[in-house]
């Protein structure tokens, strides 16, 4: 985002430009067909050095044939939580003019069963979501151990 100050006799305000600019050609974006490719997208991605120290939240933005626009590191926090704004998250997505979204984040004990906590939040950023007619597909579990889908376990 790009600002610009415009100023008046009595007062500044910030322009604000919304930008999104890609330098991936949309031939060579994977496309998304199942939540192991997701898994496997994300894995790549992930800071090793940080997957059983912190817990980090992030976003695959997708267009509408579910090709990966770019994925967004929303947070890292400590050892048992991170903040995943859903102001944050659908800022970002609204930017990139993906119309699917797929969350990932990791717990660093190794555990892939989600908390309530994680249930509660996909809830309320999909339901959000629905008000744009972005669909978030999945959520995401990461660890070394391998991974937990959310639309596969039917608690999406």
Do not use: C
């Amino acid at each position: 985002m790009e600002t610009v100050m415009i100023r008046n006799e009595n007062f500044y305000v910030t322009e604000v430009e919304l930008i999104y600019k890609s330098k991936v050609k949309p031939s060579t974006r994977p496309k998304i067909k199942n939540s192991k490719d997701a898994y496997e997208i994300f894995y790549q991605t992930w800071d090793k050095n940080k997957i059983e120290l912190q817990e980090q939240f992030k976003v695959m933005l997708l267009n509408r044939a579910n090709k990966v626009l770019g994925i967004y590191e929303m947070s890292t926090g400590g050892i048992t939580g991170t903040v995943a704004d859903p102001k944050l998250i659908y800022a970002v997505v609204l930017k990139s003019s993906a119309v699917n979204i797929i969350l990932a984040h990791n717990h660093p004990s190794g555990s892939l069963d989600p908390s309530k906590a994680d249930l509660e939040l996909t809830s309320k950023i999909s339901e959000a979501g629905k008000y744009f007619d972005i669909k978030v597909l999945d959520h995401i579990i990461i660890s070394e151990e391998g991974y937990h889908s959310f639309a596969d376990s039917g608690e999406l």
